[in-house]
């Protein structure tokens, strides 16, 4: 079988969900996540602000780049449902960067939510910027 894995067959370790890219996060998207998510601090939107910490512009929220796994693994597995997921930030991603989500199966048994290890780096493919990790329902 192909490590990538087709939304028809059973869930197994060592299978490989294709990459899939998001972006560029242009300001307007970042605005409207601030005030959907209720998430106004000023470091996402303000570029002097985000120049005083050391930023080349501002970065987009965190849960944002998040927010991007669930389309990633329902392109993958339409059927699919994260019941938990956690995180690590590594580095910020910047307003008008761009991202790739990788991942891979981690454990899968039957009867339990498949362990996932998603990968997120920036627009150069090689920086990692999150490490994720989601428990899903196939």
């Known amino acids: 079988?192909?490590?990538d894995v087709a939304a028809s067959s059973e869930l197994a370790a060592g299978h490989v969900i294709p990459p899939r890219?998001?972006?560029?996060?242009s300001a307007?998207?970042?605005a409207a996540y601030a005030e959907a998510s209720g998430d106004d601090n000023p470091l996402h939107s303000d570029a002097s602000l985000a120049a005083r910490a050391?930023?080349?512009?501002?970065?987009?929220?965190?849960m944002l780049i998040m927010g991007c796994f669930e389309p990633y693994l329902h392109a993958w597995r339409p059927?699919?449902?994260?019941v938990k997921l956690s995180g690590k930030f590594i580095r910020p991603v910047l307003v008008g960067d761009s991202i790739e989500v990788s991942g891979k199966v981690v454990?899968?048994?039957?009867g339990v939510p498949a362990v996932l290890r998603l990968m997120v780096r920036g627009d150069d493919g090689r920086d990692?910027?999150?490490l994720a990790e989601a428990f899903v329902e196939p």
Do not use: D, E, N, T
């Open 1 to 3: 079988m192909s490590p």
């Open 21 to 25: 890219r998001f972006g560029p996060f």
């Open 28 to 30: 307007k998207m970042v």
């Open 54 to 62: 050391g930023l080349a512009r501002p970065p987009i929220h965190g």
């Open 79 to 82: 059927a699919a449902s994260i």
């Open 107 to 110: 454990q899968a048994a039957a």
């Open 128 to 130: 990692l910027v999150c």
